[in-house]
């Protein structure tokens, strides 16, 4: 009888599981159907023996010292700030939109004093602002809301800014200084030894079995366990009761090259052109020396594994059904972006199944403690 079955060894499960299993010497089965742990933070050597990401371009960035106190416990880190380019009219300028993105775009040479009344002359108002579309056109205007933001974001959602929340947008800030960085945080780091490393440290306590290449529902019924966490897609938990949740999905497509590098950032951003959003390139973040290069394109699409959930007030609603559907299933904790329909961070996760944990110590029972 395990305490605990956790299904996906992603961030959610894999945090909660090593508090579980260390702080209160529970016995933890985690369960994920792909063939490894990481969940979409996973890396590899590929065949040329380049570290890559399977899922993407995972860069770790917090504000919080305690998660990243955390964590700290089962990596070394390497420092790295990312930067991002985007290809623009023909040209590679920063983004977020920063002074030089600016100056090199109109052939100008604005100071950061000058920018922000420029962006006020281009700028509309909007009363409330609502949309992924509100959020940037009341502060940089049309012209470069439509250069950087529309496209990209047809492209990523299927949908235009103006049917998506402005959370979503608003992710990627505007600057009138020189500030090219794509994060901010006093935290910006990637484990040095690559996540799914931090992830087999994080696994290694005695108390947690792992089992990978398995379905939750493949085994619920024969695997004895008390209790659940579970961090895949809610309603596929509740068999689409309310019918189907919208995430969005990504085709990966990998390649490596036999040159030592192909990109003067670690992601180029195609706003304008490409049926891809991006194209990263793992080297700039892992500082791995190595003679070829591996980069990763990322195709946007309707179908495949669930990666973003898609943030809209229609989605919202259905979001709040399955919500209260979990509220009211006992044992069960629903944690991650999945699985709380969030459009969260590696940090954000981390610090949702450390509040998790603070919860299950205050409401459950040690194991052998009355229980
Ligand atoms: P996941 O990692 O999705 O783990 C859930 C796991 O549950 C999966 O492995 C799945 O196989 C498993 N599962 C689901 N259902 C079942 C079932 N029935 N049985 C068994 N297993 C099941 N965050 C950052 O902080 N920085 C970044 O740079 C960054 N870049 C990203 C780039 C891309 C392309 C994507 C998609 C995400 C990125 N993220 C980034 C977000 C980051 O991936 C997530 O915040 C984090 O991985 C979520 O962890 P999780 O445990 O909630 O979910
Ligand atoms: N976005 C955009 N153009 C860009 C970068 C981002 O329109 O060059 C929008 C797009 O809608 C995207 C969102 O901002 O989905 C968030 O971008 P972020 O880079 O944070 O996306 P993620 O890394 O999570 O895929």
């Known amino acids: 009888m395990f305490d605990w079955m956790i299904v996906g060894a992603g961030f959610a499960g894999s945090v909660l599981a090593e508090r579980l299993a260390s702080q209160r010497g529970d016995t933890v089965l985690v369960v994920d159907r792909r063939n490894h742990i990481g969940g979409n933070a996973f890396d590899r050597y590929n065949e040329h023996g380049l570290l890559v990401h399977q899922y993407g371009p995972h860069i770790f960035h917090t504000n919080a010292q305690r998660i990243f106190d955390h964590l700290s416990q089962f990596t070394e880190w390497r420092p790295y700030e990312h930067r991002v380019l985007a290809s623009v009219?023909?040209?590679?300028?920063?983004?977020?939109?920063?002074?030089d993105t600016v100056n090199r775009l109109y052939g100008l040479s604005l100071t950061s004093e000058e920018l922000p009344a420029w962006f006020a002359a281009r700028a509309e108002p909007v009363e409330v602002?609502?949309?992924?579309?509100?959020?940037?056109?009341?502060?940089?205007?049309?012209?470069l809301y439509e250069k950087f933001f529309q496209g990209y974001t047809r492209k990523q959602w299927g949908l235009d800014p103006s049917q998506l929340d402005k959370s979503i947008t608003a992710r990627v800030p505007v600057r009138t200084d020189r500030d090219d960085r794509y994060f901010t945080d006093t935290h910006q780091f990637m484990p040095r030894d690559g996540y799914t490393r931090m992830f087999e440290r994080m696994?290694?306590?005695?108390?947690?079995?792992v089992m990978t290449s398995t379905d939750y529902r493949s085994i619920r019924d024969f695997v004895p366990h008390r209790r659940v966490i579970y961090t895949g897609p809610i309603d596929e938990y509740f068999d689409h009761r309310y019918g189907k949740l919208?995430?969005?999905?990504?085709?990966f497509a990998h390649e490596t090259h036999d040159v030592e590098q192909m990109l003067p950032t670690g992601t180029v951003n195609y706003p304008q052109t490409e049926d891809y959003t991006r194209v990263s390139e793992y080297k700039h973040m892992t500082g791995q020396v190595h003679p070829k290069t591996a980069i990763t394109y990322e195709y946007p699409s309707a179908d495949g594994d669930p990666y973003y959930p898609i943030l809209r007030p229609e989605n919202a609603a259905l979001y709040k059904q399955y919500e209260a559907l979990a509220q009211a299933t006992p044992d069960v904790w629903f944690v991650g972006r999945l699985a709380t329909y969030r459009y969260y961070n590696m940090d954000q996760v981390t610090g949702q199944a450390l509040a998790t944990f603070e919860r299950i110590e205050a409401q459950v029972p040690r194991s052998g403690v009355g229980d």
């Open 246 to 251: 919208p995430y969005r999905s990504l085709q």
């Open 203 to 209: 696994l290694a306590h005695p108390n947690i079995s």
């Open 129 to 143: 602002i609502k949309t992924s579309e509100d959020v940037v056109v009341s502060v940089v205007g049309r012209e």
């Open 89 to 99: 009219d023909g040209m590679l300028v920063p983004i977020p939109i920063n002074l």
